[in-house]
């Protein structure tokens, strides 16, 4: 019985993991499948907190699981979402834990991007060779711009980002925004009449053209023959701020200045405020010190120069004169308080006088004013009055109406 079932037993029997691993070394000896672009539909995509990338690739009829590392995955200059057709390269192998073949990827573009990148770099050769690219005709950027242009999209995050970065560092700079589109089939046109626009109405110092990033579909209006030549056209230096660090548009070779960002265009562009600053103190102090050693030195001429005024000089007769001097003020201020106590003096005295004469005091002492009733004349002798007559008699605190009985002249 036991020779009979042997007969019946496979010779090689396999583990899983042998499996698995002769299924991998199959894939990584194939020299297609270790170098081979696929393209399909992005689903079931996710990026966990490790940074790799996990999705499916498929079209109408199938699908296979691709893995992209995450030091790779950070190059990518796009964010690939469900949906998305991508063209992927890299290599066929077998996940052995689940025993999964996969395509783990080097490289992943937009579909289409091939095409692009051919276009790119044949244009980039023709323009290259007529010198549009040449460093010697490349301006240099003035350190301290009057007037900043910037071309770029008026409701774009770039805009924000530079105007932020331009009041930061350099807020005394007048900007000027020559609003035009930076994707799609109208925005190489607007582009073009942008940097036309602000350069014959503004005359900036310095222009700032500018976009966030994108794929290469989104940058393609600065791949654009006619904005390249534009670029190189203008009036006045540009520096051009498209896309991310890893970005390059042919723009960039043509500006006077690439920068990697749009916010690092506008610190290209300006001068540090707080830098600005701390040379302006410096300066300051330089200047205060060389005044101070001049000033110094002026004094100690200014003393030599007296020094040989005084030795040639009457010296005697003007310290007399100067003592004389001391002396008539010393008696003019004498003479002059003198005469303000007597004036002082006569002026008390008239205002006792007038406080004598003053009615007020007279009636203060006893006496009285008597005015004739009928016309208000005083009564100053008793010939103005005759008997029967009304008077008015004013007194201290007070007056009174009086008839006249009798008449004495005093001559009895």
Not at 72 to 81: E, V, Y
Not at 226 to 244: E, F, K, L, Q, Y
């Amino acid at each position: 019985m036991n020779e009979q079932y042997t007969l019946f037993q496979p010779k090689n029997i396999l583990s899983v993991s042998q499996l698995t691993s002769y299924l991998r070394q199959l894939l990584e000896s194939d020299e297609i499948l270790q170098d081979i672009w696929v393209q399909g539909e992005i689903s079931n995509f996710s990026q966990p907190s490790s940074g790799h990338l996990y999705f499916t690739l498929k079209d109408s009829d199938a699908a296979i699981r691709c893995v992209m590392w995450r030091n790779t995955a950070a190059r990518l200059n796009f964010s690939p979402r469900d949906g998305m057709a991508v063209e992927v390269h890299g290599s066929m192998s077998v996940y052995e834990v689940s025993g999964q073949v996969q395509l783990y990827l080097d490289t992943m573009r937009p579909a289409g991007e091939g095409a692009l990148y051919q276009e790119y770099l044949r244009l980039k050769a023709k323009l290259e060779a007529e010198g549009l690219f040449d460093p010697e005709r490349k301006r240099p950027i003035p350190q301290m711009p009057k007037v900043i242009g910037i071309v770029t999209s008026p409701t774009g995050a770039a805009l924000q980002d530079m105007l932020n970065t331009i009041q930061r560092r350099f807020p005394i700079a007048s900007v000027v925004l020559a609003p035009t589109a930076v994707q799609g089939s109208e925005a190489p046109l607007g582009i073009v009449n942008a940097l036309k626009r602000i350069n014959q109405e503004s005359n900036p110092d310095v222009i700032l053209l500018g976009r966030g990033g994108g794929s290469i579909e989104d940058l393609w209006a600065f791949n654009d023959e006619g904005v390249v030549r534009a670029v190189a056209a203008s009036a006045a230096p540009v520096i051009s701020g498209v896309g991310h660090e890893t970005d390059f548009t042919l723009t960039d070779f043509a500006a006077d200045f690439r920068a990697p960002t749009p916010t690092a265009a506008a610190e290209i562009a300006t001068p540090d405020r707080i830098e600005l600053l701390g040379i302006i103190a410096e300066f300051i102090n330089q200047h205060t010190i060389s005044m101070s050693e001049k000033i110094s030195d002026l004094h100690w001429e200014l003393g030599q120069l007296q020094n040989n005024l005084d030795r040639l000089s009457p010296a005697h007769q003007i310290d007399t004169y100067r003592q004389r001097l001391d002396e008539f003020i010393h008696r003019l201020d004498r003479a002059i308080q003198a005469d303000l106590e007597r004036k002082k003096l006569q002026l008390e005295n008239f205002q006792q006088s007038l406080r004598g004469l003053n009615p007020k005091a007279v009636l203060q002492r006893g006496y009285a004013i008597v005015t004739r009733h009928k016309d208000g004349s005083i009564v100053k002798n008793v010939e103005q009055v005759q008997p029967d007559e009304y008077v008015h008699i004013k007194v201290n605190h007070g007056a009174m109406d009086a008839r006249v009985t009798q008449i004495d002249t005093g001559e009895s």
